[in-house]
């Protein structure tokens, strides 16, 4: 093909109509850094022109297939600034609903629960598949096992439970002994084969504040009895 004569007003005139309608002679923003940018990529490429052998001059299809890669450099950018501009929406949505779950109770994995004075202690189990013999257990702060919560049958899927705090041990007159309020953790189990299985426990817990942490990093939730906790955890919100 013919190489390109940069002395020629129709070429250059041409020229100048190519890169217009591939948007690569619009100003850009200056690069900062080491960083060279599409306006820096035209400089060389004029360089380029200028410079080039009389004897072995550059043919337009060398032109144009460097115009394409410029092109195609700013496609890419153009996506990667859509993408972090996505991500940093999805971060505030995050941040938004993380925020507004302060004060809140929620449903988390864990084992250990806390009892306020008076209140209930609430949990779930995960069943992975139906079973005819559920049981909760429920342990003291010295391991000692002070109440088991006999749920029966139950079907696959998440199970929930209550402990009203009463224990299985009564007093010498026979009335029933409430637990004291403190740190107390769950185990769950199943017959499986005529063999007791254990399961995946839930507890109930209250989220006391959140940190959104650096751009790029999930949000964080501290949680009264879990402590530390990331929001994709939160199986559900009570």
Known sequence: MDGINTK?????????????NLGLS??????????????DFMHLMLAQMNHQDPM???S????????????????????????????????????LQASSMVGRSVLVPGKAVGLAAGAELKGAVEIPASTANLKVNIYDAAGELVKTLDLGSQQEGVTHFNWDGVMDK???????????AGKYSIRAEMLTDGKPQALNTLITDKVQSVSLGKPG????????????????????IM
Request: hydrophobic share 35%; net charge positive; no cysteine.
């Open 8 to 20: 020629d007003p129709a070429q250059l005139k041409q020229m100048q109509a190519t890169l217009d």
């Open 26 to 39: 619009k100003p850009t923003v200056a690069s900062k850094g080491k960083h060279l940018g599409q306006k």
């Open 170 to 180: 009564k007093a010498a007159d026979g009335t029933n002994l409430k637990a004291a």
């Open 217 to 236: 990093e999930p949000v964080t939730l501290y949680l009264a009895t879990a402590g530390k906790t990331g929001l994709a955890e939160i199986k559900q």
């Open 60 to 95: 337009n299809g060398d032109f144009i297939s460097q115009m394409a890669q410029f092109s195609s450099v700013k496609g890419l950018k153009d996506i990667k600034d859509s993408f972090n501009t996505l991500a940093t929406s999805l971060q505030s949505s995050q941040a």
């Open 56 to 58: 072995k001059p550059m």
